[in-house]
């Protein structure tokens, strides 16, 4: 059976950092492609960080570029999304899943107030 787990959202001030991890049991995450995807109220989800089996090539949105980072431990089965320089924008449930959205954790929520 496939889980995902996130956690590590919290509520900060813009300009602040918070780091989200996401354990996976059951799958591989090093050897699929995963992805972090957000949804704030009223707007559709969007895939926001992506990276691809080895963890060599990452892929992200515009409006992160530069301030998110994501990455992955093979050996802890973990996929991390580094958040700096944090917007009120930014504000969203966060949720950890695979690239092609079969699996899906239950979502870790960000609050950035300005």
């Known amino acids: 059976q496939v889980q995902l787990v996130e956690s590590g959202g919290d509520s900060v001030q813009a300009g602040g950092s918070l780091r989200l991890s996401c354990a996976a049991s059951?799958?591989?995450?090093?050897?699929?492609?995963m992805g972090w995807f957000r949804q704030a109220p009223g707007k559709e989800r969007e895939g926001v960080a992506f990276?691809?089996?080895?963890?060599?090539?990452?892929v992200y949105i515009d409006s992160v570029k530069g301030r998110f980072t994501i990455s992955q431990d093979s050996a802890k089965n973990m996929v991390y999304l580094w958040m700096n320089s944090l917007k009120p924008e930014d504000t969203a449930m966060y949720y950890c899943?695979?690239?092609?959205?079969?699996?899906w954790g239950q979502g870790t929520q960000v609050t950035v107030s300005s």
């Open positions: 899943a695979s690239c092609d959205k079969a699996w």
């Open positions: 059951g799958y591989r995450t090093s050897r699929n492609c």
């Open positions: 990276i691809y089996p080895g963890g060599t090539t990452t």
